[in-house]
């Protein structure tokens, strides 16, 4: 998992996640992005931004219709409108960031999860880009990566044995577990797509995947 991380490190340098103002920003992200292009989310950021509510406190205020027109462009807007309100009440009652930060992973991750629609993609992320607390988050890009380096097995593998598998093998340390997911993002964009793009791939020398086509 080291040399994975410091190749990637040098080939594309820092990649310097989550891209958000606030804390709250980061998790709306990690909300709407579920089942839409990144692209879709930034429009409906804008659009809470540029009308005035991106505040737990604004999002409760705010009709539900209102609310799924502002975030129409991430698609999915009758479920994450209900999702951005549950959790800006969560953090509303439960004292904000700073109340909330001073738990543990476990519980915090505990908590979030018990949030309609909250699954452990989008809770790690927020524990890791908005509480700034050490997990690593798994995506579709990281089991396909590994899967490809003969880490795992099937790219169905369980998302906590993935997890602890990083976990114990890099570091648990906030900001190389933030570069090394984002990394892993920017390497399967530009190389290990669904249809992989090998030439001057920085990970072709360890890449069983490329070995197996090749036979």
């Not at 909300?31 to 692209?39: E, F």
Request: glycine share 6%; aromatic share 10%.
């Amino acid at each position: 998992m080291r040399k994975v991380f410091e190749t990637l490190l040098k080939r594309f340098g820092r990649q310097n996640w989550w891209p958000a103002e606030t804390e709250f920003e980061v998790c709306v992200g990690a909300i709407l992005t579920q089942n839409t292009a990144w692209v879709n989310v930034e429009k409906a950021i804008f659009n809470l931004k540029e009308a005035g509510f991106l505040s737990p406190e604004s999002i409760l205020k705010l009709s539900d219709e209102v609310l799924k027109e502002l975030i129409r462009p991430a698609g999915f807007y009758n479920q994450k409108a209900e999702r951005l309100k549950l959790f800006s009440r969560f953090l509303v009652e439960n004292g904000g960031f700073e109340r909330l930060s001073l738990l543990s992973v476990s519980d915090l991750r505990e908590r979030l999860l018990s949030l309609k629609g909250i699954g452990k993609e989008t809770a790690d992320s927020m524990i890791l880009y908005a509480f700034k607390k050490p997990v690593f988050v798994v995506d579709a890009y990281t089991k396909r990566l590994f899967y490809r380096l003969g880490k795992i097995n099937s790219e169905k593998v369980d998302y906590d044995v993935l997890r602890t598998m990083v976990e114990n093998e890099l570091s648990l340390d906030v900001d190389v577990l933030g570069e090394f997911h984002a990394l892993i993002v920017r390497q399967c964009k530009d190389f290990c797509r669904k249809k992989p793009s090998c030439g001057g791939c920085p990970l072709l020398s360890v890449c069983r995947f490329k070995k197996r086509a090749a036979v």
